[in-house]
């Protein structure tokens, strides 16, 4: 696996493969890799020649200083995984190198970031935006690959693909999960074994509130419900519950009036910020 951490010399090799007509595929991370990362490096393998995984902890895409200062970061074991999994190239840059100069942009994507993520993490989705399309233009790639496990992520990056015309095909892969259904996470490092053990209630109210849902039960009921089970134990809250329409993100009230509904949650163990979603289809 090569390893590039300027962006300048990651343009002049990708510029040789380019030349070959072979493809590119990204896999964007910040690290702290698990195997849900390297489900996205390996399906970018079977679709693209040269697959290159990004790792960085992007500072833009934070409003709580406190959480990107903690953000685990485990460089040289990530390498090994990904050597592991025939990754071609690696591009792990400094901040320094992503963002010389005091960054300035800001990017608004309307109603998209107003809920969920975007209401309880102001400022976070224009960081990602910002990034995103920076990799975009250093790398170029054929196709990038996201997780499932960011949905509303994936809803904003493909807007962005659109409204800027990136020639990027965006792809997302479904959720890879712990036995007891915890969704894999860079954050579930820091936890402790018994709040691991714990932190499965996200995706146990996920699944209580589908079949919810399926009896046809009222919102409101099946909110509270959720609320019910997640905060019954102790040091876990949550922050919010919602079901959206998985493609404008708009909030529901049924699901009758979306073609795709997700429902979306998020809360803390401790003080971790976990997130978790369902489609009920
Ligand atoms: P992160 O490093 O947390 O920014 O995640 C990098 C990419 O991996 C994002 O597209 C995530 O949605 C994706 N990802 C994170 N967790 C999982 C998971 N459990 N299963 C599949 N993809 C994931």
């Not at 493809?23 to 679709?47: D, F, Y």
């Not at 074991?77 to 999994?85: A, G, I, W, Y």
Request: glycine share 4%; net charge neutral; with cysteine.
């Amino acid at each position: 696996m090569k390893i590039f951490k300027e962006i300048s010399l990651l343009r002049e090799f990708l510029n040789d493969v380019k030349t070959g007509r072979k493809t590119i595929g990204l896999v964007p991370t910040m690290g702290a890799l698990h195997k849900g990362h390297l489900a996205l490096a390996t399906a970018s393998k079977t679709e693209n020649s040269i697959t290159v995984c990004s790792i960085f902890v992007n500072p833009t895409q934070f409003n709580n200083p406190a959480d990107l200062l903690k953000y685990p970061r485990t460089l040289e074991r990530d390498t090994k995984m990904l050597e592991e999994v025939h990754c071609d190239v690696l591009f792990s840059p400094e901040v320094t190198e992503m963002y010389p100069a005091n960054s300035m942009l800001k990017l608004d994507f309307g109603p998209l970031d107003k809920v969920m993520e975007g209401a309880f993490r102001p400022g976070h989705f224009s960081g990602v935006g910002q990034v995103v399309s920076k990799l975009f233009n250093i790398i170029q790639p054929d196709r990038a690959y996201f997780g499932q496990k960011d949905w509303q992520q994936f809803a904003i990056i493909k807007r962005l693909v659109k409204e800027l015309s990136f020639p990027v095909e965006v792809k997302s892969i479904p959720t890879l999960r712990e036995q007891n259904g915890l969704a894999l996470s860079s954050r579930n490092l820091r936890l402790s074994e018994e709040q691991h053990r714990d932190a499965s209630v996200f995706f146990t109210a996920l699944d209580a509130a589908k079949k919810m849902i399926l009896q046809k039960h009222s919102f409101p009921k099946i909110k509270s419900e959720v609320k019910a089970i997640v905060e019954r134990i102790p040091g876990i809250k949550l922050e919010y519950f919602e079901i959206a329409d998985s493609e404008n993100l708009t909030l529901l009230e049924n699901v009758e009036s979306s073609k795709r509904p997700i429902m979306c949650i998020a809360g803390y163990v401790g003080e971790i910020r976990l997130i978790d979603n369902m489609f009920i289809d």
